[in-house]
């Protein structure tokens, strides 16, 4: 695939190891943060994959393997699902959009193929028909349609433009938060992912050039993502992760739909149980200009029991570091996946680059987060004595 027009774009760095193949950022991340936020910029994602699958029978084949309700989409309705395995971990997340003839999963650029190969094997009899469509289309993004519009019209192959807009910002029916909704911050998360014909990603670039709408990089865009508590298949999940433990419940998941692949653990630990571990945000020491990264273990102190006098605390792993940024109001910021037995309080270190860096926790996915469902326990049964 050829490079982006982005990259030839004044000041453009590549990015290093996340959304390799697109700008990390022009020159200023925090500057392109405040751009990107008041929805003044625009941000390149050439690097997405884009799946589509057309046929009569798309959404409702879609809609029995999802963990959202897809069956009944309109067209230019948006749309955020999970593929789970049967014992419901994540296996894939797709952004969705329909325009009336087909149905465009965008997805991170190393999912595509191999999404589509296993949707082709999974197609049986049914009126549908699978496609990798990335080497003809890319994705652009912004926090509004004007700075789109001032970039580069959607495609619109079916007469309806493709805008996929993120329902994080406000749950849709069926979808269950653990994160408490008051000051939540995913109200100035107002994404907008838009599907352009690939040879549109210049003339989004001559956009740029011109002075018709500002740029931003992937590093602008993940720092507001991580201060929304936004998360990503790309950072936040490993070969372990169910969608409680990332409050992926509240966008992601029709908790009134049934029968897809890994629904049983969904209601389960939803209804009966604990998520095993938790998504929270951490605010970072920046006194050692040290940016944790990806992997980074985060560790705590026991509580108890009390150390003798004179003697350390001892130290335990609890979690690891899942992105992290620098966010242009809350200085170094990062999300972090814990285990569930920690306490919301309890101050935490993470170990990077040989470096101790203090940090603080915002629960996202509570420490106390605890059954939907009160069942009611039963008498011990024995002998009763007088």
């Known amino acids: 695939?050829?490079?982006?027009?982005?990259?030839?774009?004044?000041?453009?760095?590549?990015?290093?190891?996340?959304?390799?193949?697109?700008?990390?950022?022009?020159?200023?991340?925090?500057?392109?943060?405040?751009?990107?936020?008041?929805?003044?910029?625009?941000?390149?994602?050439?690097?997405?994959?884009?799946?589509?699958?057309?046929?009569?029978?798309?959404?409702?084949?879609?809609?029995?393997?999802?963990?959202?309700?897809?069956?009944?989409?309109?067209?230019?309705?948006?749309?955020?699902?999970?593929?789970?395995?049967?014992?419901?971990r994540i296996e894939h997340a797709v952004h969705l959009v329909?325009?009336?003839?087909?149905?465009?999963?965008?997805?991170?650029?190393?999912?595509?193929?191999?999404?589509?190969?296993?949707?082709?094997?999974?197609?049986?009899?049914?009126r549908v028909e699978v496609a990798d469509r990335s080497a003809e289309f890319a994705v652009i993004a912004a926090m509004s349609r004007a700075a789109l519009d001032a970039a580069a019209p959607a495609a619109s192959p079916g007469g309806v433009a493709l805008d996929w807009i993120d329902p994080w910002a406000s749950p849709p029916p069926g979808a269950h938060q653990y994160a408490e909704p008051a000051g939540h911050p995913a109200s100035a998360w107002q994404w907008i992912e838009r599907i352009v014909p690939r040879p549109a990603l210049a003339d989004a670039a001559a956009a740029v050039a011109a002075g018709r709408v500002a740029v931003a990089g992937s590093l602008a865009a993940e720092a507001l993502r991580v201060a929304a508590w936004r998360p990503r298949l790309a950072t936040e999940v490993d070969e372990k992760t169910i969608p409680h433990e990332l409050d992926w419940l509240r966008s992601a998941v029709d908790l009134g739909?049934?029968?897809?692949?890994?629904?049983?653990?969904?209601?389960?630990?939803?209804?009966?149980?604990?998520?095993?571990?938790?998504?929270v945000l951490l605010h970072l020491d920046g006194s050692d200009t040290v940016l944790p990264t990806p992997g980074d273990e985060v560790v705590g102190e026991k509580v108890r029991p009390e150390p003798e006098a004179g003697e350390a605390p001892e130290r335990r792993a609890v979690g690891r570091i899942t992105s992290s940024a620098m966010h242009h109001e809350l200085g170094p910021i990062a999300l972090a996946v814990v285990k569930r037995a920690v306490p919301g309080d309890l101050p935490l270190i993470v170990l990077s680059h040989g470096i101790e860096v203090a940090a603080a926790q915002v629960e996202i996915v509570p420490a106390g987060a605890g059954a939907a469902v009160d069942v009611p326990r039963l008498p011990r049964l024995g002998v009763r004595k007088p």
């Open 1 to 88: 695939m050829a490079a982006s027009p982005f990259l030839a774009l004044s000041g453009a760095v590549p990015a290093e190891s996340l959304d390799l193949g697109v700008a990390g950022h022009y020159g200023n991340p925090i500057v392109e943060q405040r751009k990107l936020e008041r929805g003044e910029a625009i941000v390149d994602l050439s690097d997405r994959g884009l799946v589509v699958v057309t046929g009569p029978d798309r959404r409702s084949w879609l809609h029995s393997m999802a963990s959202q309700n897809v069956e009944r989409i309109a067209p230019g309705e948006s749309a955020e699902a999970l593929l789970l395995d049967a014992s419901g």
């Open 98 to 126: 329909d325009d009336g003839e087909s149905t465009w999963l965008i997805v991170e650029g190393d999912e595509a193929a191999p999404l589509a190969a296993w949707l082709d094997r999974m197609r049986f009899m049914l």
């Open 257 to 279: 739909k049934g029968c897809y692949k890994g629904q049983e653990t969904v209601a389960k630990v939803l209804n009966l149980g604990r998520p095993p571990r938790r998504l």
